[in-house]
């Protein structure tokens, strides 16, 4: 695929690899709308790398609404590449995680994607080609202690994307999961402040350049699932 000139939609763009990503996709040429919850975020991001931005929270229809209304009115309804990555993570023992827990990491993780492929879906369909990328995790694969909600909701959208490869894949639409091993960004952090990238650990750029590298194959292949884990872990 060639970047220059498509139209890209990062969620989740403000920080960390969403922010990344979008750098590099506009680095290549690309039109790029970033999204998140954070509006002061957002346009701090957004003017740095070039791109435009909107606030919305996948975790809301009417924010999704909201984005491709944004695609209509400036895009004139075409979309190339939908990169799902905004994520929610929650951690603690079972009997320790409320049910409201579950509701909100589903509600970003799992539920925030599905609106926005359901949106996405048809502005590919008439253009007869497309491509998608869902962040999800190692953690897809394999649970962990105390991340019952946050692994549960990756397992949940790594067998919605295995779905969606099946239906879409004859209508020259690609979908790539790809799933990063921990990664130093503000995830987690209730500051939502960069963490400082280690050697032992993944930095945003290793999964930027990942999903640029995925979405610039020929438009006949894809990558069904890809993982990416940091070589000198210390787990």
């Not at 009115?73 to 590449?81: F, G, I, K, P």
């Not at 909600?149 to 919605?160: D, E, H, M, N, T």
Request: hydrophobic share 40%.
């Amino acid at each position: 695929m060639n970047l220059k000139g498509s139209k890209i939609i990062v969620t989740g763009g403000s920080s960390g690899v969403g922010k990344s990503t979008a750098r590099m996709l506009v680095e290549h040429g690309a039109e790029v709308l970033i999204t998140g919850r954070n509006s002061s975020r957002l346009e701090k991001a957004a003017n740095a790398i070039g791109c435009a931005w909107i606030e919305a929270d996948v975790a809301s229809a009417d924010a999704v609404e909201k984005t491709f209304q944004w695609v209509k009115d400036n895009w004139n309804n075409r979309l190339d590449v939908l990169i799902n990555n905004a994520g929610l993570g929650e951690f603690a023992p079972v009997e320790d995680t409320p049910m409201e827990s579950y509701h909100r990491v589903f509600s970003v993780n799992f539920f925030g994607p599905v609106m926005m492929v359901k949106k996405a879906l048809p502005l590919m369909q008439r253009r007869g080609s497309g491509s998608i990328v869902n962040l999800a995790s190692t953690s897809s694969m394999k649970g962990f202690p105390n991340g019952s909600a946050y692994a549960a909701s990756k397992f949940a959208l790594r067998g919605f994307t295995q779905s969606l490869v099946e239906e879409v894949r004859n209508q020259n639409i690609r979908v790539f999961q790809v799933n990063p091993s921990e990664v130093s960004t503000a995830f987690g952090n209730p500051e939502r402040e960069e963490r400082k990238e280690t050697e032992n650990k993944l930095g945003p750029d290793q999964i930027a350049q990942t999903i640029v590298s995925i979405l610039q194959l020929p438009e006949k292949a894809f990558i069904p699932e890809l993982s990416v884990w940091a070589t000198n872990s210390k787990f």
